[in-house]
T-cell receptor, first 114, second 116 residues
Framework: GDSVTQMEGPVTLSEEAFLTINCTYT??????LFWYVQYPGEGLQLLLK?????DKGSNKGFEATYRKETTSFHLEKGSVQVSDSAVYFC?????????????FGKGITLSVRP | DTGVSQDPRHKITKRGQNVTFRCDPI?????LYWYRQTLGQGPEFLTY????????KSRLLSDRFSAERPKGSFSTLEIQRTEQGDSAMYLC??????????????FGSGTRLTVV
C-alpha cells in the first residue's frame, strides 16, 4: 500500500538557518505530493503541493520538488523564522475517484530559536 | 463559510462510556473524511463519505466506531464503550472531488479525546 517516510525528528534550528526535511514515498502510479503544517493548537494547513514529476511546489519561502527517480519530496527553506516552528507532515494522494485519499507520514517537529 | 468546524474541541470521558463527535464541513464540499492522530504519529485514515454515502472504512475502524453523514451535510463519529487506546485527536476534513481525484482538503482543528 501507499506509504510516506519522513526523517526522524525533532529538528531544532537557529533563526535564519537553512532547513531541509526529508520525505520519501511508496505509491502505485503517479501520486500527488503535499506538505502540510500544523501550528500549535491549530488544524492542518496545506503548505504546498506538486502533482507531477519535476514540479516544484512553493509557498511562504518553502519549496519542494517532486523527484520521481528518487521517490522523494524534500522540504527546504533558505532562512527559517521563529514563526516557522510547527509540525510538518509529508503526504500523498494516489489513485483517482473513489480511491483517492491522503496518506501521511509521521510528521516532524521543527523548533526555531531566536 | 469559514472552514471545517469540529465539536467539541476537547472531550474527557471514562472508559466504557460512549462519545459522539460532530463535524461541519465546508458547505460546497461533497467529500468528508475522518482521521485519527495519536501522539508522535501522522493522521491515519478512518473513513470517508461522498455526499451521504460512506465509501470506505479503514481496518482501524473497529465495530465500536460508527460514522454517519445524514443528508450529505454534517457528520458524526461515535465511539461506543471507549477504551484508553481510543485517546487521540480526531480530525475531520472536507474536499471537493474533481475528476482527477480528491483535491483541496480543508481540515478542522480536531477533537481531542482523553479516555480515563
Amino acid at each position: 500500500g501507499d506509504s510516506v517516510t519522513q526523517m526522524e525528528g525533532p529538528v531544532t534550528l537557529s533563526e535564519e538557518a537553512f532547513l531541509t526535511i526529508n520525505c520519501t514515498y511508496t505509491a502505485t502510479g503517479y501520486p500527488s505530493l503535499f506538505w502540510y503544517v500544523q501550528y500549535p493548537g491549530e488544524g492542518l494547513q496545506l503548505l504546498l503541493k506538486a502533482t507531477k514529476a519535476d514540479d516544484k511546489g512553493s509557498n511562504k519561502g518553502f519549496e519542494a520538488t517532486y523527484r520521481k527517480e528518487t521517490t522523494s519530496f524534500h522540504l527546504e527553506k533558505g532562512s527559517v523564522q521563529v514563526s516557522d516552528s510547527a509540525v510538518y507532515f509529508c503526504a500523498l494522494i494516489s489513485g483517482t475517484g473513489a480511491n483517492s485519499k491522503l496518506t501521511f507520514g509521521k510528521g516532524i517537529t521543527l523548533s526555531v530559536r531566536p | 463559510d469559514t472552514g471545517v468546524s469540529q465539536d467539541p474541541r476537547h472531550k474527557i470521558t471514562k472508559r466504557g462510556q460512549n462519545v459522539t463527535f460532530r463535524c461541519d464541513p465546508i458547505s460546497e464540499h461533497n467529500r468528508l473524511y475522518w482521521y485519527r492522530q495519536t501522539l508522535g504519529q501522522g493522521p491515519e485514515f478512518l473513513t470517508y463519505f461522498q455526499n451521504e454515502a460512506q465509501l470506505e472504512k479503514s481496518r482501524l475502524l473497529s465495530d465500536r466506531f460508527s460514522a454517519e453523514r445524514p443528508k450529505g451535510s454534517f457528520s458524526t463519529l461515535e465511539i461506543q464503550r471507549t477504551e484508553q487506546g481510543d485517546s487521540a485527536m480526531y480530525l475531520c476534513a472536507s474536499s471537493l472531488t474533481l475528476v482527477q481525484g480528491a483535491w483541496g482538503y480543508t481540515f478542522g482543528s480536531g477533537t481531542r479525546l482523553t479516555v480515563v
